[in-house]
Nanobody
């Protein structure tokens, strides 16, 4: 079984920065895409950032220019550097790993982390 463990959430003032980390553990052969999604109270879960195994990134419109995602494939870890944080960035941030194979001949599965709270005070 694969587990995703997020860290780095917390409380920060508007304009500040936080860095989230997410490590995938377990027997892993490959992970295609890793990413971050968030969900604020009363709202749907939305894309924050995705990064492919080759390093291609895709960001949600509301975070472009402020957030940067990176990835260490040797550690199966994805990072999210969040700068110029705004009150509206307050949400639970979820790490995701898409199209994960535990063996070369295995079927692909998707996994989600438990989420980490990010609170931005205005």
């Amino acid at each position: 079984q694969v587990q995703l463990v997020e860290s780095g959430g917390g409380l920060v003032q508007a304009g500040g920065s936080l860095r989230l980390s997410c490590a995938a553990s377990g027997s892993i052969f490959s992970i295609d895409t890793m990413g971050w999604y968030r969900q604020a109270p009363g709202k749907q879960r939305e894309l924050v950032a995705e990064i492919s195994s080759g390093g291609s990134t895709n960001y949600g419109d509301s975070v472009k220019g402020r957030f940067t995602s990176s990835r260490d494939n040797t550690k199966n870890t994805v990072y999210l550097q969040m700068n110029s944080l705004r009150f509206e960035d307050t949400a639970v941030y979820y790490c995701a790993a898409f199209r994960v194979r535990q063996k070369s001949y295995d079927v692909w599965r998707d996994y989600w982390g438990q989420g980490t709270q990010v609170t931005v005070s205005s």
